[in-house]
């Protein structure tokens, strides 16, 4: 069964045949509701085998450098049986009705389309051995395929794909569900490394991102915004950003409130960016007052002090009963722990190129989530959907930043007011301090440890943002994170307060805190039982067992988990004596449907200079690692990105205002902070899943519990900047 059935059984794969542009063979599917299942969808190619036979492999999701661009088409080409080194690779434009999901997030590429895309190759490969097969008069049985051409091995007959292509064109397509998939010990491209598809361009510095995007005509175009989210121009002079030289026009901006399109703001326009970003420094615009001006961070955090100490306004999950289980105790441990509010950072700010012209738009856009900013794009013009073309254009790190489309909007709004094509960039100050934050959050963790030293209870009265039983967006917390059913004694307890900065998807969306809290405190918990918390976190697993129901993204298996504990625990030679000021540390965490492990060796020396010596990870992500090179530098990415927002940054606000700009003030990782990080993957009898996110949550605590290890210092509220000084 693929993912999208898995997740969606009223859909189904449908196969469709046509002959290429040229002539040959264009191969297509679409995962389509069982309703209009007919093929009557229009369809657009996956697979083109040309007459010279030349293999074009598209790939529908947006490439963020995930590597999904070189991992999705190896699927196809593995099951096509060609020769991956002929293959070239098309990035599709936006059109869910061809190519169903594009959405670079939740690392859910790799799980959705694990299946159906190998399907597609594989339906390839058996119309072009029935085209063979026909053309030579034998049974299509007695056919094979080599890399790129048909064998009939019994009179030595070879025919090559291309001269294959256009015969097989007018062949129905098989019933997906006949489809013999490879067996994956004869795989040749699947699981072997390959290099990403644009890396000759990224390292020659070819154009390839969004904000290299040329149009004839093209104006550049900067847009200022209010520093209080959502605030309107009250007043503003355009005179002086019109007098600079090269600069066309400069407009005012009307806006909405929908914090995630069109925001107030002024506009301007000119002959290049900086006579445009020259032309914004002229203005003196005057901001309208704004109801969310006096939230600050010291705000946040005295009402979310306030707050833990009352009653919490909800419970998400009570399991037996913590008071009784904390009375009977032999020690009962309490700790509270925040983190804070953190920018997506990414290298390449956001931008876009838009060209309005009678009544449509053309769009070349860096966006992990295409559709969702199509209808925000017609909403804005008062146009169709159908009137808008979306160009996916490679993106210069998105982190979930991109699936927020803000910027889309900004520019096919300016373009039409304008008359001309626009590309809009912001500037790294823009970026910074116009992002949808990961929200910060205040935990409130007390546990109860009988005689033999296991956790017989655990209580947390998470105090986040929201309103009502609405969090905010990424702001709420799932009822069954770990711990949870592997205590008897389990409670969740809820408070919320207002928030009028908008919040969204960071890389691991809410993991990526919860990850820190729970495996720090669970640490802390090792502590207190005098245990070693490789094995405290053993005793906790239990035996291996599904917590959850099978098929479920919050089934949690504890087997899975115990497997790359053990494994990082072995590769990192945990239990050995270390210096005196080194300590290694340890952390596990579940999310996006994989499983992580992290060790962590530092060392503290007494000014409190850190040192990360070397990192190592175990990782299960089922049965099939699709391209090892790229899968290592996920993990290595998302532990990097971990480190960095670890160690150093934080968003904060002040009159309503996000205080930090620049990378000055709220670093990436530096690259003599970088450690070694040595990755072991352990293969699974489970579905391939995907690897853009699940490394990162198990990192911060692994950190923090080794510089606890190196110095007995608990570390409790991130960044950890100067606490160690």
């Not at 900086?274 to 705000?299: E, F, M, N, V």
């Amino acid at each position: 069964m693929d993912g999208e059935t898995l997740r969606d059984p009223t859909r189904r794969l449908v196969l469709q045949t046509g002959a290429a542009l040229g002539g040959g063979l264009m191969l297509s599917f679409s995962l389509t509701p069982a309703s209009q299942a007919s093929g009557a969808s229009p369809l657009s190619a996956y697979v083109r085998i040309a007459p010279d036979g030349g293999v074009t492999i598209v790939s529908k999701v947006p490439e963020v450098g995930q590597g999904i661009k070189t991992s999705l088409p190896m699927l196809i080409a593995e099951e096509l049986d060609v020769d991956w080194s002929a293959v070239t690779v098309e990035q599709a434009i936006a059109d869910t009705k061809v190519f169903g999901r594009q959405v670079a997030g939740g690392s859910m590429a790799t799980t959705l389309e694990y299946d159906g895309l190998r399907r597609v190759g594989a339906a390839g490969r058996a119309m072009l051995i029935a085209a063979a097969a026909t053309r030579w008069g034998v049974p299509a049985e007695a056919c094979s395929t080599e890399p790129g051409a048909v064998l009939h091995t019994p009179s030595g007959r070879r025919l090559a794909y291309g001269a294959l292509a256009e015969a097989a064109a007018a062949l129905t397509p098989p019933d997906p569900k006949t489809l013999v998939l490879k067996d994956p010990k004869t795989f040749r491209i699947i699981g072997q490394r390959h290099p990403g598809r644009d890396l000759d361009r990224i390292t020659t510095g070819q154009p390839l991102y969004g904000i290299d995007t040329r149009l004839p005509g093209m104006l550049y175009a900067t847009f200022a915004k209010a520093p209080t989210f959502g605030a309107r121009v009250a007043s503003v002079d355009l005179a002086p950003a019109r007098a600079v030289a090269g600069v066309r026009d400069a407009f005012v901006v009307e806006g909405g409130t929908n914090l995630q399109s069109l925001m107030p703001g002024v506009a301007v326009l000119a002959d290049s960016w900086w006579a445009a970003r020259k032309g914004r420094s002229a203005l003196d615009i005057k901001w309208a007052d704004h109801p969310t001006a006096g939230q600050s961070s010291a705000g946040f955090a005295a009402r979310a002090a306030e707050l833990a100490k009352a009653p919490p306004h909800r419970t998400l999950r009570a399991d037996g009963d913590t008071e009784a289980a904390f009375k009977g105790a032999a020690k009962v441990v309490s700790a509270a722990y925040s983190y804070p509010f953190i920018a997506h950072a990414s290298l390449e700010p956001q931008n876009c190129t838009a060209s309005f012209k009678d009544g449509k738009v053309e769009i070349w856009a860096p966006t992990q989530n295409p559709e969702s900013g199509r209808k925000l794009v017609a909403a804005a013009l008062g146009i169709t959907e159908a009137d808008i073309t979306i160009h996916l254009i490679r993106i210069g790190g998105g982190f979930g930043r991109r699936l927020m489309n803000d910027y889309m909007v900004e520019a096919a709004v300016i373009s039409k007011k304008a008359g001309a094509p626009v590309k809009l960039v912001w500037t790294r100050e823009d970026d910074t301090q116009h992002d949808f934050y990961r929200p910060g959050g205040w935990h409130n963790f007390t546990a109860g440890l009988d005689a033999k030293g296991d956790l017989v209870g655990w209580r947390d009265h998470f105090v986040t943002f929201g309103e009502g039983e609405q969090f905010a967006t990424a702001a709420g917390m799932n009822a069954t994170q770990f711990p949870c059913r592997a205590v008897a004694n389990y409670r969740l307890d809820v408070s919320v307060m207002p928030l009028g900065v908008p919040t969204g998807f960071l890389r691991a969306p809410a993991n990526n805190a919860f990850g820190f809290v729970i495996q720090s405190f669970i640490d802390e918990l090792a502590v207190a039982s005098r245990q070693d918390p490789v094995a405290f976190r053993r005793k906790l697993l239990g035996e291996p067992r599904l917590l959850g129901e099978a098929g479920q993204g919050d089934a949690f298996h504890t087997g899975r988990m115990r497997g790359v504990l053990d494994l990082v625990a072995e590769e990192s030679g945990w239990g050995r004596k270390t210096a005196k000021g080194t300590g290694l540390g340890i952390s596990c965490h579940y999310s996006h449907l994989g499983y992580v492990a992290v060790v962590m060796e530092v060392s503290v020396a007494k000014g409190g200079e850190l040192k990360i010596k070397k990192v190592w990870a175990a990782v299960d992500v089922g049965s099939q690692i699709v391209n090892p090179g790229g899968a290592e530098q996920q993990v290595q990415g998302s532990i990097l990105d971990a480190i960095g927002s670890t160690l150093h940054q934080a968003i904060t606000f002040e009159g309503g205002a996000t205080v930090q700009g620049n990378y000055a003030d709220h670093p990436l990782l530096r690259m003599t902070e970088a450690p070694p990080i040595e990755v072991h993957f352990k293969l699974s009898d489970n579905r391939p899943t995907g690897l853009g996110e699940p490394a990162y949550p198990p990192a911060p605590a692994a950190l923090c519990n080794a510089i606890f290890a190196a110095t007995g210092k608990r570390i409790r509220s991130l960044p950890i900047g100067d606490q160690l000084t």
